[in-house]
């Protein structure tokens, strides 16, 4: 059976199927509510950096209301008469121009280089401790299909990205904003306060409007964008199949689809185009009726002398222009959301603990194994599919030094013996042994160091040969790699190449041949020098001239190690000391090659192979 190893593992083995059921028919857990302290934690570090940038986004929050404050003062000027006046006032303010465009220069880098900082390593130590705790999970954890490699992978790049952007970017425009609407207001009550209580009683009604204007806006974009996504994967299609086309003569036929997927997207563009007119048209009145009512009020206030053109000019300009700044920073909401979202996201991953410790420091550790393997009483189902039943009151035992075949039709559960050995994942019911103790009690990650593992698709990673073969071993010398390649035969292979041991593998090994990458992964397991040795269909896709080199070098490898072998081909696994042969996850017999053989046609493993034999000769 060649399943891979991926089905959740289970915490008790008290559990019944009935259990199982009902778990496999959970819905999944919640999210746990975003907490930003925690976030700010993670963050404590860099305490340095977010009090100079937050006092940096302070500063620069009180840019905005002074700039307007000298804006309304210039205004101002030129009601004035005298002409020295004029110049000297206009100098003044100019200059005070320049300094805060100076200040402004200095006060942004200073902000955003701090909460860039921050963010940066926020998103490191994120994906960090993300990175160690996903690796820490059970084999069954990555069965789900929310954890697929894939996600997994979007959720390190992009999550830990949103993080960063919600600690700095965020973080610093509610500073900013937060400080520019305190500065203005209280610039403005303390300028002209009766002016600008009005002016602060209609703000509402100025940040709604300016609000309102850049959601539609952003969800027009949006919405003519997917509306629009039909036709352009129809003419994307055609220009990729245009031999194709011409070779049927089709193009009439492609521009009448094209016309008819327009429809859609243009019936919904004149719609969106009577909302946005009624929207952006009642918006930009609203704030226009308002800014009547402050300088009629104003008028008034002047008219009656309690405050002068000047302090009109300057609270107006002040007040209007936080409006904008306040809208601005509630437009950003949305992306408060998936921060908050992702901040969720990250936490469910840090929090969560493992069913199955792989570095329980309470654990047991032994330096060598005996390699005594014992199944008593085993019942397991995958909990992704409770109603199978792999195995049910399943026993079977290995002993030390010896080896064991496994064969059976695809489905009785062979691979699946090979994972609870490893320990990927628990029996619902039963125990699994390792040298007369419960595999549960010891430390996974010693008892793996004495576990070889060759599967049927080998793993190689991006690296050179010599790093694949020694992958999994503490320290090696150059002499043990030759003799583990030698022991493989993989040596003459390897020093064929014009960088030997140094040669490139590729992604996933993608410059070697099946059978060479075979060998290099059967390498790395005699090199670990295993007391048990556990073979998964190692050379069921390799052509016939590699897998008879393959096999002489697992046959050597196999000599006085507990070996457990799952094979489909019954000519490789003849000279096992032990043959079990399993029918829908029921031992059915047992024996050597011959005794089992002995029985004729009434024997399940004789009957399999005569129904290999007559294939291969077919």
Not at 81 to 100: P, W
Not at 259 to 282: F, V
Not at 374 to 388: E, H, K, L, T
């Amino acid at each position: 059976m060649s399943r891979r190893f991926s089905a959740a593992s289970r915490p008790s083995s008290a559990r019944s199927f009935e259990d199982a059921g009902d778990a496999g028919n959970s819905e999944e857990p919640k999210l746990p509510l975003p907490s930003f302290r925690r976030l700010l934690i993670l963050n404590a570090p860099e305490w340095k950096q977010a009090l100079m940038g937050s006092l940096s986004a302070i500063v620069s929050g009180g840019i905005q209301p002074a700039y307007a404050y000298a804006m309304g003062g210039m205004i101002s000027i030129y009601f004035l008469t005298d002409h020295d006046e004029i110049r000297d006032k206009t100098r003044s303010y100019t200059l005070m121009f320049v300094g805060l465009a100076v200040l402004s220069f200095l006060i942004n880098i200073g902000q955003h280089y701090n909460f860039g900082v921050m963010g940066e390593y926020l998103t490191k130590r994120v994906r960090e401790h993300m990175l160690t705790k996903i690796l820490a999970f059970e084999i069954g954890w990555y069965d789900r299909e929310m954890n697929s490699s894939g996600a997994i992978c979007s959720q390190l790049a992009k999550d830990a990205n949103v993080v960063r952007s919600l600690v700095g970017d965020r973080m610093a425009l509610v500073i900013q904003t937060v400080s520019a609407v305190i500065i203005a207001c209280t610039m403005g009550l303390v300028i002209a306060w009766r002016l600008a209580l009005v002016m602060i009683a209609v703000q509402p009604l100025i940040i709604i409007c300016y609000y309102a204007r850049h959601v539609l806006l952003k969800s027009m974009s949006k919405k003519s964008i997917e509306a629009q996504s039909e036709s352009s994967k129809l003419a994307a299609e055609a220009v990729s199949n245009l031999r194709t086309i011409t070779a049927f003569s089709s193009q009439g036929r492609i521009l009448g689809l094209f016309n008819q997927a327009q429809n859609g997207p243009r019936k919904e563009s004149i719609r969106q185009s009577w909302i946005a007119g009624l929207g952006l048209g009642t918006s930009m009145s609203l704030i226009i009726c308002t800014w009547a009512l402050d300088f009629w009020f104003g008028g008034r206030l002047i008219v009656e002398h309690q405050i002068t053109a000047k302090a009109l000019f300057q609270t107006f300009i002040i007040l209007a222009s936080t409006g904008r700044v306040i809208a601005d920073a509630g437009s950003m909401t949305t992306d408060l959301a998936k921060g908050a979202d992702a901040i969720a996201s990250v936490f469910a991953v840090l929090d969560r603990v493992t069913e199955i410790d792989p570095d329980n420091p309470e654990g047991y550790k032994t330096e060598k194994l005996k390699g005594e393997v014992d199944i008593i009483g085993v019942d397991f189902a995958y909990p992704s599919r409770p109603n199978v039943i792999i195995f049910r009151g399943l026993s079977l035992s290995m002993q030390p030094g010896k080896s064991t075949a496994l064969v059976g039709q695809s489905g009785s559960g062979k691979s699946t013996i090979i994972g609870l050995i490893e320990r990927f994942y628990d029996p619902i019911e039963g125990i699994v042994k390792i040298d007369g103790r419960d595999i549960k009690t010891y430390n996974l990650r010693a008892l793996r160091q004495q576990i070889g593992l060759a599967s049927q698709e080998p793993t190689l990673f991006a690296g050179t040969i010599r790093e694949n073969i020694v992958y999994g071993t503490e320290t090696a010398s150059e002499a043990e790699i030759e003799n583990a390649a030698r022991s493989a035969n993989a040596h003459d292979f390897v020093s064929n190449l014009k960088d030997g041991y140094d040669t490139w593998c590729g992604e996933r090994g993608v410059q070697l041949s099946g059978g060479q990458k075979q060998r290099i992964a059967i390498a790395r397991v005699i090199l670990k020098n295993p007391t048990i040795l556990l073979l998964d269909e190692a050379t069921s896709a390799l052509d016939s001239q590699s897998e008879k080199v393959v096999q002489d070098a697992l046959e050597r490898l196999m000599v006085s190690r507990t070996s457990v072998v799952v094979a489909h081909r019954l000519s490789t696994i003849q000279n096992c000391d032990l043959i079990t042969v399993l029918d829908k996850g029921i031992v059915v017999e047992k024996g050597t090659h011959t005794s089992l053989m002995s029985k004729g046609v009434s024997g399940t493993y004789y009957s399999l192979v005569s129904l290999q034999r007559g294939s291969n000769q077919n």
